[in-house]
């Protein structure tokens, strides 16, 4: 799953002070949730725990790895240093402890499916009645959200020949009417563990980090109408209901049963949004519909052509003045050395997401610039991580997120 760049995830501050753990049970609910008995709970809290080991105990010993072993052996049969990740990975791939640090890490991701899916399925007639019993949405200013599914949507090829994440079935597949298991299965923690709770106990962080930077970056801007896109289950777009109450959310997405499960969601918590089944690449919003659009962790989940037609239609349907932002990792040519890059490249191989590496080596201005964008609207930067609390929504937390900005 990808994750936010955040080096320091779980270790001591400067003091030596151990910042409190997550634990899975310490995620947040609502009343779509799936039940948990306390077997369940123990099993997600130990997989939780096992991520964080590997992250934490496991992951830093690469470098050593690298430094001593793996890159000298490079430089006595090469006779210079590896020139790009791509040459640091074929030679990590040969050794034992980044074999381990691999299997581990996607025995875990396994894992945490597993057990998720086992919570999900004994109660997935219950999760269906749930979803359903959620009012039906009316448009007004002060009325619900909505839901509007297209079953006769054609799923995009680099998302329908693979399970993303290694998530079987993906997050779009039905196998059962008015299924939510897709929703449910990324509702019940999945992003909570793989950040391990660095995101907020509703995984939000990402949703309230774009807020925040919005409100800094353009402290004059109030949008009307919003849209998400590859929202998922919800959980970064409500946040921009949040921040901006009196504005119209629209989010979209290809997979009916996480829209189910947003909708639902958002409901419980009290927000109302408006979501809808589509394709990011060619919606059916009229031109200038919006004034800001937005996407977490998005765009690495598409393809280099959808990428460029993504911009575009954001472009068209951004109001003049508009904001599209989108929130990624950053770019590999921002790396230290061929080394990091390798290291935030693992994904690529080896979690079922072909598109990450491919994705984080483009020149995202020329495709802004190609859509329409004029280069001094265009900004690329880090802005920091966010990690909501109950008493602060925006409180900083330890990382950063890349930023993807342009202006209409």
Known sequence: ????????????????????????????????????????????????????????????????????????????????????????????????????????????????????????????????????????GRKGKNDKGSLTLNPALVIPPYQAHFDMHWMPGSYFTEFTKDD????????????????????????????????????????????????????????????LKDAWPQAEVHAID??????????????????????????AEHTNFKTGSFDLISSSMFLHETARKAVHNIVKECYRLLSPGGIMVHVEQPPFSWAKSPFDQMTRDWDTHNNNEPFWGAMHDMDLEKVALEAGFKKENITLEMVPLVTPTESDKYALGKGAWFVFVARK
């Not at 995830?9 to 948990?36: M, Q, V, Y």
């Not at 980090?209 to 109408?225: E, L």
């Not at 997979?255 to 089944?277: C, K, M």
């Open 254 to 279: 290809i997979g009916a049963p996480v829209l189910r499960t947003a909708h639902a969601r958002s409901e419980a918590l009290g927000l109302a949004v408006h979501y809808s089944q589509q394709d």
């Open 180 to 239: 939510v298991a897709g929703g449910a299965m990324y509702d019940t923690g999945g992003l909570y563990i793989t950040s391990s709770g660095h995101l907020g106990a509703y995984n939000d962080g990402a949703g309230y980090a774009i807020a925040r930077y919005i409100q800094s970056k353009f402290p004059t801007f109030k949008p009307k109408r919003i849209l998400d896109e590859g929202c998922t289950t919800g959980s970064n777009t409500v946040p």
């Open 1 to 136: 799953m990808a994750q936010a760049q955040n080096e320091n995830l779980g270790f001591s501050d400067s003091a030596g002070n151990r910042p409190k753990e997550a634990t899975w049970r310490g995620r947040g609910t609502h009343a779509a949730s799936a039940d948990t008995n306390h077997d369940e709970a123990s099993r997600m809290d130990f997989v939780m725990t096992l991520f964080r080991h590997i992250g934490r105990n496991v992951a830093p010993g690469h470098q050593t790895v690298f430094d001593k072993k793996v890159e000298p052996d490079f430089v006595k049969k090469a006779g210079r240093k590896p020139k790009d990740r791509h040459e640091v990975r074929k030679a990590m791939l040969e050794n034992p402890y980044f074999q381990y640090w691999s299997h581990l890490r996607l025995y875990s991701q396994e894992a945490s499916y597993y057990e998720r899916s086992q919570i999900v399925d004994r109660q997935l007639d219950a999760l269906i009645d749930k979803a359903k019993k959620v009012p039906a």
